[in-house]
């Protein structure tokens, strides 16, 4: 097993929450906690967990936060000035934003973002896909984006969806699949690869695309 110095010094494998995992990419995962468990570690963040390969890992470390302010020492609020408290996005309104920010139709980034989460900011596949457009750390990385962000994670993702139409001019099958299996997959057999969960994601795609364009 590979040995990361400070990484795996604490007895039980356990870290403290508030940490940033430095993957052997160069991308930066903050998390709440990690646990090393032999020759794999598991990354726990808002309710969600990715179990990856500790070669993988290189090192984690501490979040230097602001210290909060003092209660103290803060503003005072009247009783009786309301506080205009911003509201977060749902999942399905960070889509149509996203959608409309790159010129996407809205039903596109919906039923992928639906076909990928099922609407679940918090998701975490298998292979360690993240959040709700499912973005691998890597790929969350080159984009610049945090994937445990629901809006960097649309917004990310919906992004390198635009840029997987544009590489395969406008065809719509070839990003998909690119999407889900990776260009490689699409570059090798030169167009949609023949796997069986491609082909569905494909075909479940456009089922749910047909269906919201039909409301």
Known sequence: MRRFGLV???????????????????????????????????????GGMVEMDAAGVT???????PPAVPAAISAPVAAETPVAIPRALNALELADAAADKYGLPRSLVRSVML??????????????AIGLMQLMPDTAQTLGADPWDPAQNVDAGTRYLRELLAKYDGGLWHALAAYNAGPGAVEKYKGVPPYRETIQYIGTI????????AR
């Open 8 to 46: 795996f010094f604490l007895a039980a494998g356990i870290a403290s929450a508030g940490e940033y995992a430095v993957l052997a990419s160069g991308a930066r995962l903050r998390v709440d906690r990690h646990e090393a468990d032999g020759a794999k570690v598991r990354l726990y963040h808002a």
């Open 59 to 65: 090192a984690f470390e501490a979040v230097d936060d």
């Open 115 to 128: 076909a990928e989460s099922g609407l679940q900011p918090n998701a975490v596949s298998a292979k360690g």
């Open 206 to 213: 456009q089922r749910k695309m047909e269906k919201l364009n």
